[in-house]
Structures are given as structure tokens and as C-alpha cells.
């Protein structure tokens, strides 16, 4: 089974490109999670036929918003976070509701969840910290709760760089949007929390980037950010057989990650 994340930046413009379905075709991703799809789903003419479309746009029209096409057809669909973390948490700000965007999708399977995300960006002056310090602990909360019932798969745009082998240039960036102590904190719950990052198991140092700049000609040369990532529970450590980076896909800023494990379809 092989599973693949990719942050389009806005699904109608990767259509356009022409990039989507020969991705699709090229990798048969069995599930393939969408963030920053920018569009409901009455917005996109696209055919999949072997594919169910599972989509939780935004209330404001193009802006972000996540999607899930699967081959198998999951169990149950869920869509945000639940009441109660809502009422937990403070999740809007002077920027707006994080719950009204999209942001969260999840499908359970009968092995385990899959669960795409995209993550609410700090913004360049920081001002958005206060929000990821009360999204990254309510989406942890959320993704253990879900292990409670079986393993967890949940991937995304995460817009954090963990370590320092995560981007290109970390001395220039400590402590901006992306690379601050907050912000790697967060991350490292997930870990410490018992989720793997999955690329990790098969790919040591530098060098491995998802997203880059449109600046300067960064993802030409390479100097870039691995801002998006799958993490799964520990218990499926021993089914995953491989994971990857496709950075030749183009299309969007950001490029697909993947792993395949070792369960039919």
C-alpha cells in the first residue's frame, strides 16, 4: 500500500499545470492526502474514477483546505477536530478560525487512521506562535486519542523544520517562522509522544527538502525546507518498507513525501 502527502498550494492551479493526473497515473498512490487545496469540491472538474474523494474546504473560498482520495473506502470520515478540543483549546485568532479552514481530515481504515493536516503558519513577524502553541498540543491530543482505537498515519504541511538537517541554511534561520524553539517543541511532542517520522528510518542528514522559495531559484539549487512529513504510530514501524521525497514532482512549491507498507490494498 503506498500512501503520499503533497501540499498542491491551491489544486485547481496544479490541475492547470498539468501536473496532477500524471503524477496520480505515474505513482498510484492507494491514498493520497491533499493540503491547501484552495476549492471545494464543486469547484474541480477532475476525473478519478478509481479513486473516492473525501474533501474539508474552507469556509472563506480559496483558501487552504485538505482533501483524501483513497482507492479503498474508509470506514469513517471525520472532519476537524472534535467539540470538545475545540472548546479546549484556543484555536482562532485576529487571523481567523483555524476551525473554519479546513485543516484537518481524517478517514479510519481497518488497520489504522490516516489523517492529513495543514498546519497554520506562524507568519514572518511571529505572530501566529501564540496559535501554534495551542494547535500542535490540541492536534497531538487528537491524533493519541485516535491511536486509543488503532495505529495513526497522519501527514501534512506541518510547516515546521525539526532539525537542523531539515533545512538548508539553519544558523540563518533560528528563530524565524518555520524554525523557532516553539514551533520545533511542538514537533518533538509528536515524536516524544511515540510518532515516527518516517522518512528517518530510511534517510540520515541533509540535503532533503519538500519545499523551497520561489526566490533566488532555491529549489534549483536545492536550498529548500522538509516542512512536510509522515508520521505514523510505532506500532506500524515494522509494515513500512520504504519512504520517500519526490522533489522531480513540480506543480506546487512543496513536493510530495510517501511511504509504502507492506498490507494489501
Not at 61 to 80: C, D, L, R, W
Request: net charge negative; charged share 30%.
Amino acid at each position: 500500500m503506498k500512501i503520499y502527502s503533497w501540499n498542491v498550494n491551491g489544486i485547481r492551479a496544479v490541475l492547470k499545470k498539468e501536473e496532477l493526473l500524471p503524477f496520480i497515473e505515474k505513482h498510484q498512490p492507494d491514498i493520497l492526502c491533499l493540503q491547501e487545496t484552495k476549492a471545494n469540491q464543486d469547484q474541480v472538474e477532475i476525473d478519478l474514477p478509481d479513486y473516492d474523494e473525501y474533501w474539508n474546504s474552507a469556509d472563506r473560498k480559496g483558501y487552504s483546505g485538505t482533501a483524501i482520495f483513497t482507492k479503498q473506502a474508509p470506514e469513517n470520515v471525520m472532519h476537524g477536530f472534535p467539540e470538545d478540543l475545540i472548546e479546549k483549546y484556543q484555536l482562532s485568532d485576529g487571523y481567523g478560525d483555524t476551525i473554519k479552514e479546513g485543516r484537518v481530515l481524517a478517514l479510519e481504515f481497518e488497520h489504522f487512521y490516516v489523517v492529513t493536516v495543514y498546519t497554520p503558519n506562524a507568519k514572518d513577524d511571529l505572530s501566529r506562535i501564540p496559535m501554534r502553541q495551542q494547535w500542535d498540543p490540541a492536534f497531538f491530543e487528537y491524533m493519541k486519542r485516535l491511536e486509543s482505537e488503532k495505529p495513526v498515519i497522519h501527514c501534512g504541511d506541518y510547516n515546521v523544520a525539526h532539525t537542523e538537517d531539515d533545512l538548508a541554511r539553519p544558523k540563518e534561520n533560528k528563530g524565524k517562522k518555520g524554525f523557532t524553539d516553539e514551533e520545533r517543541a511542538g514537533f518533538d511532542a509528536f515524536v516524544d509522544g511515540g510518532f515516527v517520522d518516517t522518512f528517518r528510518l530510511f534517510h540520515k542528514g541533509n540535503g532533503f527538502y519538500t519545499w523551497w522559495s520561489h526566490w533566488g531559484g532555491a529549489r534549483e539549487r536545492n536550498v529548500g525546507w522538509r516542512i512536510d512529513y509522515i508520521l505514523a504510530s510505532e506500532a506500524l514501524v515494522s509494515i513500512i518498507k520504504k519512504a520517500d521525497i519526490h522533489p522531480e514532482v513540480t506543480g506546487s512549491d512543496h513536493c510530495p513525501v510517501s511511504i509504502e507498507l507492506a498490507i494489501d490494498e
